[in-house]
Structures are given as structure tokens and as C-alpha cells.
């Protein structure tokens, strides 16, 4: 692959706090730029190391989903001089708004995202933030984005988490189809991971809603 | 009475500080007067560290009513730290309240010790609706006010900041904190450590372990300090800025007793300037615990009738920062 001169920067789509997104063409083909900026209040060498090793595990997170069959944008190329990941441009519609307008398609949708989530648990795959503004629907079909916050692990907590943070989010936003939704997403999730497995996680994601710590996490979804 | 304004005498006795402070409602501080207890050798023993408070309180207590130039009687409310704690520590501070408050026959308030750190905090600093970051030997956490109560933004999912870099003094042999830090100044060398954070919360004992394989591998001190503090504290403010993102709050305030690390405060400065908020300062003499934190608190939470009958006293060691309304926050934020 080449060097960082092939990509021709488009616009910037947004500002967060760990990465900055933007919108670039490489070869015709429209991409999207991951970047994770320098932080000036950290040690110049501790910031290279961590922003490198994040860089690396959310491109392998992302590579090793797509293998597993769980619907993500595909890596194009991975440039760890700037910390950046170049990824598939997904052309589709944000979650939200079809929560927001569309409740029947989005019930349709929600066992969709039962299955995605139950693959990617299933092959070892926790995404960290799995919330309606991290799920883009093309052609009808929900495909996660931002793997930040991800990481390798089978261990029932971080795969609860998961569960935990999606209904949390869709409760503070769309409260009147929450349960519906959630009873949608279990079904998709049960028939990829199994009905015993599945009640395993949810049980533990009662267990998590207990613990005050969890209580303002949904929060950074709201509006 | 002084006045028309109240006075409240707070006892802190959590951990190996027992203070005691008298504060007047109008947010006057008229005296703080504090000892701890220092261990010979190794970390705080409960017990030791709850022998000597029973041994000093006395003084202390003098020395404070003293400072403040009144006489006993004049105090009007009796305020004493009820948690998180060392069980023991705290069960000596609440022993000798419940006794003042019976003698005086004033009104007893139990105050949670986390939110006193921040209470105290805004009050010297003048601020009004911050996030907070909670760093000290046995507490990490972010929290701001937010309908009605502190509500926890990010913890540590396992040891507190103060205490990985304690312990790693201790085991390098240079003592607890400051003593990291101080090394750190000499240090030339920064070796990567795993700087482990999880959305807002974070994880210092995989750091703490690979600081002390540093340590046994030949590295020397001043670099092994320079890489443990440097990651520990971009961690903190790493999760700080999220949670500031996420809360939009205009202020940020460290407190507790790693608070008073000067390069935390220098790292803290660097991240505002990337928002639209500003650092409040804290003087020293209130980041770590002390009894004027739990006076202040105390007639804050006596205005709106949070008294507490003795019956009902009893201390509460694993007391959560979110487990208590906080009425008298006047803003709202969100």
C-alpha cells in the first residue's frame, strides 16, 4: 500500500474524544479516515505507544469480526506513522433515526442486531459500545461500526456489558419500545449463541443493572 | 452561635488522618487541625492507626476549639465522617461524636466522606458545579451532580491511583507517594507500561505489577517512577476527558490526596485548554482528608434537616460517593 499522499482528505465528519473522522477518497473509492490525534498532556512517548497498540486492536477487532461474519466496515489499510485506520465508507442510515421514526422496522431490525451482537460474542468479540449511534442499517441489514472500545474476551461480563449498555441507551431514548425491542434482540441473539448461553448473559446483565456504577453510563447517548 | 451564623465542628477519622475542623455557616473556615498516623514500616494497620486517633483526638480537639476561639458550647452541630472507611478508624471518630453530641445536646450529622472532599473543594476554590476526579490512596473515581445526587462517571475497576503508586514506592524502596514523584522529576527514560482504561473506568493493577518487574529487571528508580506515574496519570486524564465531553461541565476539580501531584495538575491544565472548561485549584491543606471537610458538609446537609439520630449512627465502612441525595446542590446540570 502507499504512502499517506494517496488518500485525498474529503471533509471531516467529527470530532470525539479519543479520534478525529474523516471522509477521504483513495483510488475512487470513498473511505473513511480514522485518526487518533496526539494527546499534548501525555509523555510524547507514552502517547505513540498507546495510540499504536489501540490503532492495532481496533483494526485486528475489526478484521477478525469480518472473518466471523459480523457485519462491520472492511479495513482498507492500517497506517500506524499517524494512528490512523482507513475503513470501508458504509452508505446507509443511522439506527436512531429509524428508532426515532420507523418503530416497526426498527423491531424488524433489532433481531437482526441479536444475531450480529450473538456472532461476535460468539467468536470471542466483546464491542464495548454497542448503542444505536454505533449501528448503521444498509440495505436493511444493521452493521456495526466504531470498535473503539473493543477487545478479545469469552468472558460472560464484557458480552453482558454489550446487552447492558444497548438497552440502557434505547431506554433513555426510545423508553416505549425498549422491551419490545430488547425481547426482539435476545431472540436474534438466543438463536446464534444458544437459548442456555444466552440466559447465562442476560441473568448477568441483570446482575450488572444493579451496580451503581453502571447507572450513568448511557448517559453519552442521550440526545 | 456565632452571629446569626452556625457552628459546626467535623471529625474525620476514615484512614490514617484524624482532623478536626469548625466551620461557620457563612463557609468560614476558623480552624482545621489534623495528625496522622504514620506507620513504621509497610502499609496503615486499622487497628494501630485507630489507637493512635483514641490516643490524639484529645489534642487535637483542643488544639481545634482553641484555633478557633470559642468555647465549646458555642457549637451548634456535631458532624463526623461515617464512610468509606477503615472500620475501626472511622468507629473512633464516631464514638467521640456521638459523645460531643450528647454532652452538648446538639444535633449529630453523618457525613459521607467523598462528597465532603468535594463540598470543601468547591467551597475554597469557588466553584460551583464541577466534574470532580476523586484520586487518593483508597478512592479513584469521577463524579459530578447530576439530578440530584453525585452520580459515579468512571471508577477504578480495581486498586485507587494512590495506592498503585504507594505500593510501588514502598516495593522500590523510595516510601509512598510523593516520593514516585519526586523520583520521576529525575528520570530520563520512559518505559511503556500497560495503561489499561475501559470506556470511563480504569485499572491500575497490571500497571503496578509491570512497574515492579521494571524495578526487578535493573531499570532504575527514577525512570520506573517517571513510567508509573506517567501512565497512571494519563489514565486519570484520559477518563476525565471523556467524562468532560460527555457532561460539558466548565469546571474540573481534583481532590483527594493524590490531587496534590503537581504534574497531575500540569497534565489537567494541558487537557482543559483542548475544551471550553477551566481547573480549579484546591489548596493542599484541603485535598487530603481533614476535619473542616466534614464541618462544611455537616451544616450544608443540617440545612436541609439530614440530622441522624445516635440509635441510627452507626458507621458504614464501604459507603458509596452515590448512594446519598445531595439536596443542597442548588444547579442542576445535564
Same mark, same amino acid.
Given at each position: 500500500m502507499g504512502g499517506q499522499e494517496e488518500f485525498l482528505s474529503l471533509e471531516l465528519v467529527k470530532i470525539g474524544a479519543e479520534a478525529v473522522i474523516y471522509k477521504v477518497i483513495w483510488r475512487g473509492l470513498l473511505l473513511i479516515a480514522k485518526r487518533r490525534v496526539p494527546k499534548p498532556y501525555r509523555h510524547p512517548d507514552l502517547d505513540i505507544e498507546i495510540r499504536r497498540k489501540r490503532t492495532i486492536n481496533e483494526a485486528r477487532v475489526m478484521h477478525r469480526s469480518k472473518m466471523l461474519g459480523v457485519s462491520c466496515p472492511a479495513i482498507i489499510h492500517v497506517e500506524l506513522s499517524t494512528s490512523t485506520i482507513y475503513m470501508q465508507y458504509i452508505e446507509g442510515r443511522d439506527m436512531r433515526e429509524i428508532l426515532a421514526c420507523e418503530p416497526e422496522e426498527a423491531l424488524r431490525i433489532a433481531t437482526k442486531i441479536g444475531e450480529l451482537v450473538g456472532k461476535m460474542h460468539r467468536g470471542g468479540? &466483546?464491542?464495548g459500545d454497542v448503542v444505536p449511534s454505533n449501528i448503521m442499517v444498509a440495505n436493511g441489514l444493521p452493521v456495526l461500526i466504531d470498535f473503539g472500545l473493543s477487545g478479545f474476551s469469552l468472558e460472560i461480563e464484557e458480552q453482558a456489558i454489550d446487552v447492558h449498555l444497548l438497552e440502557r441507551s434505547l431506554k433513555a431514548n &426510545?423508553?416505549?419500545?425498549t422491551d419490545s425491542f430488547m425481547q426482539r434482540f435476545m431472540k436474534g441473539y438466543e438463536s446464534i449463541v444458544g437459548i442456555e448461553y444466552a440466559r447465562q448473559v442476560y441473568q448477568r446483565v441483570l446482575e450488572i443493572r444493579k451496580r451503581a456504577r453502571y447507572v450513568t453510563r448511557g448517559l453519552r447517548h442521550e440526545g | 452561635m456565632l452571629g446569626n451564623s452556625r457552628v459546626c465542628l467535623g471529625i474525620e477519622s476514615t484512614a490514617h488522618t484524624i482532623g478536626f475542623g469548625i466551620v461557620t455557616s457563612?463557609? @468560614?473556615?476558623l480552624s482545621n487541625e489534623l495528625e496522622t498516623y504514620r506507620p513504621t514500616s509497610g502499609g496503615i494497620h486499622p487497628r494501630e492507626a485507630a489507637q493512635h486517633h483514641a490516643q490524639v483526638a484529645h489534642e487535637v480537639l483542643r488544639r481545634a476549639i482553641q484555633k478557633a476561639g470559642i468555647?465549646?458550647? @458555642?457549637?451548634d452541630i456535631v458532624a463526623f465522617s461515617?464512610?468509606?472507611?477503615?472500620g475501626p478508624c472511622l468507629r473512633t471518630g464516631a464514638t467521640i461524636a456521638r459523645a460531643l453530641a450528647l454532652r452538648l445536646g446538639k444535633p449529630l450529622v453523618a457525613v459521607n466522606h467523598g462528597i465532603a472532599h468535594i463540598e470543601i473543594g468547591k467551597l475554597v476554590s469557588g466553584g460551583t458545579d464541577p466534574l470532580v476526579l476523586y484520586v487518593a490512596g483508597g478512592n479513584t473515581l469521577i463524579t459530578a451532580h447530576h439530578e440530584g445526587r453525585y452520580r459515579i462517571f468512571g471508577e477504578t475497576l480495581d486498586i485507587a491511583a494512590g495506592n498503585c503508586l504507594d505500593a510501588f514506592g514502598i516495593y522500590a524502596g523510595i516510601g509512598p507517594m510523593p516520593a514516585p514523584e519526586l523520583e520521576a522529576r529525575k528520570g530520563t527514560t520512559l518505559h511503556p507500561l500497560p495503561v489499561r482504561v475501559k470506556g470511563m473506568d480504569v485499572s491500575f493493577s497490571g500497571l503496578l505489577t509491570a512497574a515492579k518487574k521494571l524495578v526487578d529487571s535493573g531499570v532504575s528508580i527514577p525512570d520506573a517512577s517517571l513510567s508509573i506515574t506517567e501512565a497512571a496519570y494519563s489514565m486519570l486524564v484520559e477518563v476525565l476527558e471523556r467524562a468532560l465531553a460527555l457532561t460539558m461541565k466548565k469546571e474540573i476539580m481534583t481532590v483527594g490526596g493524590?490531587?496534590?501531584s503537581r504534574r497531575l495538575r500540569e497534565m489537567i491544565d494541558e487537557m482543559v485548554k483542548l475544551h471550553d472548561a477551566r481547573q480549579l485549584y484546591v489548596r493542599d491543606e484541603f485535598?487530603?482528608?481533614?476535619?473542616a471537610m466534614i464541618a462544611w458538609t455537616g451544616l450544608l446537609m443540617h440545612m436541609h434537616g439530614l440530622t441522624i439520630d445516635i440509635s441510627q449512627s452507626k458507621v458504614r465502612?464501604?459507603?458509596?460517593?452515590?448512594? @446519598? @441525595?445531595?439536596?443542597?446542590?442548588?444547579r442542576k446540570s445535564s
Open positions: 468479540i &466483546y464491542h &426510545y423508553p416505549a419500545i | 457563612d463557609g @468560614e473556615i468555647s465549646i458550647d @458555642e457549637i461515617v464512610g468509606p472507611g477503615l493524590l490531587a496534590r485535598l487530603g482528608d481533614n476535619g465502612p464501604r459507603l458509596r460517593i452515590d448512594e @446519598e @441525595e445531595a439536596p443542597w446542590v442548588g
